[in-house]
């Protein structure tokens, strides 16, 4: 059963991109860990997993929601004060235990910057506990660009390098950030990268593709990337098999997995 939160603060980051932050009293939701995911109930609507967006959760969590179909469409019409449900966190999330001082390098594409944010955030936050730390960034366009603001910030640190890039580069932003033209490929080919790195990458299913040969080129094994996969899911907790593929249950064994299993079940991402 979800438990309910409020709507304490909504922020827009693009059209149709806005930051939720909910607040909570279920003791569960504390334990929420990048990667890992909670349902969204909208009241009247229905459920829809999401992850979760920011490092800390203690008595609010973030979540980056993207307005899409019916539970999103319902939610944008909420207002700050309203009450939704949450429940969780579901799925095994980033190995941030096994990442302790390791080089990192965080991958994102799009909508996969979201809970990528929940672990450069908890990295920063522990920011001793690591090696070197590398974030890239692709967008189809400029004006996706999330978390601007926290962008902003992060890129006056000097403990952590950024590499951002939009197919398309148009039109004003506030505040101005700035990105070169391309993909995450042809980031991951610029980017100071060896085979000492750990790689955490969320993005759809077309960017792993290239995105993990350019890795392998770099000398970094499929043991030593993690990604993230979305899959079309109902229960959250293994039980209806919405979320199956190749006989993995998305929501239970993933949504983070290593790599050197995804390899054995070709139909999720063809390399
Ligand atoms: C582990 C996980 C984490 C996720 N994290 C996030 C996140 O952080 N932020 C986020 O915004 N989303 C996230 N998602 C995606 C989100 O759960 C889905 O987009 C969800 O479907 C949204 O629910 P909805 O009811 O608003 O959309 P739905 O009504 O389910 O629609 C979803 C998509 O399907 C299309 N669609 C709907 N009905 C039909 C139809 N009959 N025929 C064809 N197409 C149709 C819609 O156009 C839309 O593109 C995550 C998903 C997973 C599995
Ligand atoms: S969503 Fe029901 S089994 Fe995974």
């Given at each position: 059963m979800p438990s309910l939160a409020k709507i304490r603060n909504i922020v827009p980051m693009t059209v149709d991109n806005?930051?939720?932050?909910?607040?909570?009293?279920?003791?569960?939701l504390k334990n929420s860990a990048p990667g890992q995911f909670v349902e969204l109930w909208v009241p009247g609507v229905g459920e829809a997993p999401i992850s979760v967006c920011s490092a800390k959760v203690n008595d609010t969590i973030d979540l980056l929601i993207r307005r899409v179909g019916r539970v999103t469409n319902a939610l944008y019409l909420l207002k700050e004060g309203?009450?939704?449900?949450?429940?969780?966190?579901?799925?095994?999330?980033?190995?941030?235990?096994?990442?302790?001082l390791r080089n990192l390098c965080l991958v994102a594409g799009g909508l996969g910057a979201a809970p990528i944010r929940?672990?450069?955030?908890?990295?920063?936050?522990?920011?001793?506990?690591?090696?070197?730390?590398?974030?890239?960034?692709?967008?189809?366009?400029?004006?996706?660009?999330?978390?601007?603001?926290?962008?902003?910030?992060?890129?006056?640190?000097?403990?952590?390098?950024?590499?951002?890039?939009?197919?398309?580069?148009?039109?004003?932003a506030l505040p101005p950030i700035n990105m070169q033209v391309g993909r995450v490929t042809d980031l991951i080919k610029e980017a100071n990268l060896d085979a000492s790195f750990q790689?955490?990458?969320?993005?759809?299913?077309?960017?792993?593709?290239?995105?993990?040969?350019?890795?392998?080129?770099?000398?970094?094994?499929?043991?030593q990337m993690w990604l993230s996969l979305e899959r079309h899911m109902k229960c959250g907790i293994g039980k209806c098999g919405h979320c199956v593929i190749g006989g993995l249950f998305t929501c239970k064994q993933g949504p983070v997995f290593n790599m050197s299993l995804l390899k054995l079940v070709p139909e999720v991402i063809e390399c």
């Open positions: 806005y930051l939720f932050e909910f607040s909570f009293t279920d003791d569960s309203d009450t939704v449900g949450l429940r969780g966190p579901y799925g095994t999330g980033f190995p941030v235990d096994g990442f302790s929940s672990l450069w955030q908890h990295i920063l936050n522990n920011r001793e506990h690591f090696g070197k730390v590398i974030l890239i960034y692709g967008m189809r366009h400029s004006q996706e660009l999330l978390f601007r603001q926290e962008f902003k910030l992060l890129l006056r640190r000097h403990d952590i390098e950024l590499y951002l890039a939009a197919e398309e580069i148009d039109g004003p790689v955490a990458m969320c993005g759809p299913p077309i960017m792993y593709r290239y995105a993990i040969k350019e890795l392998l080129t770099k000398g970094i094994k499929e043991e």
